[in-house]
């Protein structure tokens, strides 16, 4: 099965946060998402992954601006599943096996902030444990687990660099 | 076997960043770790550790102010191996089977800026993904497939409040 992975992150900001913003952005790319909608715009954030897409290789996006109640919506009609990664939601573990049987899915990640629509608008909300941490955590457990670990295998195309990977230092070719 | 797992975050931060901070020691007590070690001093990450815990339960602690040259040698001292998480070492899903086998690991973590000693000072230094994405992520895919996944489904004990996990909406109660 050829599985299309989306990611959207909610969530009103109380303060900019570029920081968590990019991790989230690379750890979908890193991990097998195809793209990523960003609520606001935030250039510095694409043309950091555009230089990394330019180094690294493949053909991951960022889209900015599209309503997230839109992103949904339209993802529904596309018929890509909703998935909400909170903690208030059904363990991840009881539930990998039926996710690992849908073909297109949009991953809903957010802050603390996140509107309750969002809880009523997911297929699932589902749980990486029931304990507070990280929504960077978060994705990339639910990325590998719903991938059952072959996101780690993956080659990406037309990079610049590439790393051999060594026990010690490092080992990096140009391609 | 009961494992021991603690995590050790190494670095020089060219500018404050409380808040990848603070979800590296919310990832490592949400997925099975004991402790954290933090290089300088951040009283408010401490506090906000100590009030999670008094919420939701265990006993997770960060230490502050221990040189990580001394933190990785006090660790080999106990017996402990030191695994530096890197995107140029080897491959998590290569080593993986022989990290479960290990009975106390220090999972080391740092930003861009690690220093090149570390590489060498590590006993595994592995990869989660060859690809830039973020320490954070590289924490959590590393501690659950260290554990097998098993992190996922701990109680942690004399919470103040506990999660029912809840396919719509926020379920909590007092315990």
Redesign the interface.
Known sequence: MMRSIKVLRVGERLFR?D??LT?LC??S???GAESIFLGDAEKDVVGTLEE?NRT?GGDFKAVLGVPWRKVIKDSKVEGRKVIHLT???????DMVAELRGLEKLLLVVGGPKVP?KV??ESD??I????????E??????AL??IQS?E????A?EKSRL??L????????VET
């Open positions: 946060d920081r968590t991790h690379l750890v790319r890193a991990l990394v690294w903690m208030y939601g059904m363990p991840l573990q309750g809880y009523h699932y909300n749980a990486v444990t029931s304990q507070p941490h990280s960077i955590a978060a994705l990339a457990v590998h687990e670990g996101e780690l295998k993956r990406f590439r790393i990977p060594s026990p010690r230092g490092k080992r990096v």
